[in-house]
């Protein structure tokens, strides 16, 4: 079964920055998905913010436009979110997925921007 492990998350305060990793595991064929970061807090569901397919093709929400990237190796089966210029509305608990979640979520990994 395919498991996912997101790491990096920590308290940043305002202007900081994260980088996020995801390590797919388990037996899914990474490479012909779209892999995707989302985010949830205790306000919203679950919002996908940054996708990735090829080498630049990312999709971006218009929060985060600018100042996340997002990056993949389908070679090691990692995607990766580099976080940047935070603001307290990038906090939240981040997961990594397909763009369609179609694997089991993991633990997830959680981002507070404070001062």
């Known amino acids: 079964q395919v498991q996912l492990v997101e790491s990096g998350g920590a308290t940043v305060q305002p202007g900081g920055s994260l980088r996020l990793s995801c390590v797919v595991s388990?037996?899914?064929?990474?490479?012909?998905?779209?892999m995707g970061w989302y985010r949830q807090t205790p306000e919203k569901e679950r919002e996908l913010v940054a996708s990735?397919?090829?080498?630049?093709?990312?999709v971006y929400t218009d929060s985060v436009k600018g100042r996340f990237t997002i990056s993949r190796d389908n070679r090691k089966n990692p995607v990766s979110l580099e976080m940047n210029s935070l603001n307290a509305g990038n906090t939240g608990v981040y997961y990594c997925?397909?763009?369609?979640?179609?694997?089991?979520w993991g633990q997830g990994t959680q981002v507070t921007v404070s001062s």
């Open positions: 388990g037996g899914g064929i990474f490479s012909q998905y779209i």
């Open positions: 997925n397909t763009a369609q979640a179609n694997w089991p």
């Open positions: 990735v397919y090829g080498g630049r093709d990312a």
